[in-house]
């Protein structure tokens, strides 16, 4: 009977150490830390296929124009300062008003402009290549729904490619369109454009 009962004893203080010893594991082993997550560092473009890289009719939205009877295609480009694709602008009659010719970007049903969403006191900044056949200007223009000029800038386009920008700051909250004017261009100017941005740092 005394040799059963120290063989129990035994067997009791062997599992004792086993839960023991596992319990003292579970504690020393660390949680594991984690996953980092990535936070962007440069700055974000709201405009979607701005480097033309895609089709014009692209992610639900068309880069899109009226006026005049031109026309605009997406065309691979081989001269400096400009890589991959861009957009060739071809308009035979300018009309008068900078908004006679305009270049936007619209849903790929055509029912309506892409609007923006841009934030009161956030800094915007609004960039694109350019180069025409002959020396002439582009407007810049951020509008509302009504129509509406929140901002606009006149870009002297010269034969060379260049990088053109302006920053807008937006007053209140808002959700704008951005327009290019070609009106009032000589009458048989092409034009090429890349990389368009409106962006800002998160």
């Not at 473009?45 to 895609?54: A, S």
């Not at 694109?128 to 002297?156: G, R």
Request: hydrophobic share 35%; charged share 15%.
């Amino acid at each position: 009977m005394k040799r059963n009962l120290s063989v129990i004893l035994l067997v009791a203080l062997a599992l004792l150490v086993m839960v023991f010893g596992a319990a003292c594991l579970r504690r020393a082993t660390p949680a594991p830390s984690p996953s980092p997550t990535s936070t962007p560092t440069g700055p974000i473009n709201l405009v979607k296929n701005g480097d033309f890289e895609k089709e014009l009719d692209s992610d639900g939205e068309v880069w899109n124009s009226w006026g005049g009877t031109g026309t605009h295609t997406r065309e691979r480009v081989t001269m400096a300062d400009f890589s991959g694709y861009c957009l060739h602008f071809a308009v035979p009659s300018y009309g008068t008003n900078p908004w006679d010719v305009q270049l936007t970007k619209q849903k790929s049903d055509y029912t309506g402009h892409i609007f923006y969403s841009l934030t009161a006191g956030k800094e915007y900044t609004i960039k694109f290549k350019a180069k025409a056949t002959q020396n002439s200007s582009i407007q810049i223009v951020l509008q509302d729904s009504n129509n509406n000029w929140k901002n606009n800038q006149t870009f002297a386009i010269t034969t060379s490619v260049a990088t053109y920008s302006l920053t807008y700051t937006p007053d209140a909250d808002y959700y704008l369109a951005l327009m290019f004017n070609f009106g009032g261009s000589a009458d048989g100017i092409e034009f090429y454009l890349d990389d368009i941005e409106l962006s800002y740092q998160p």
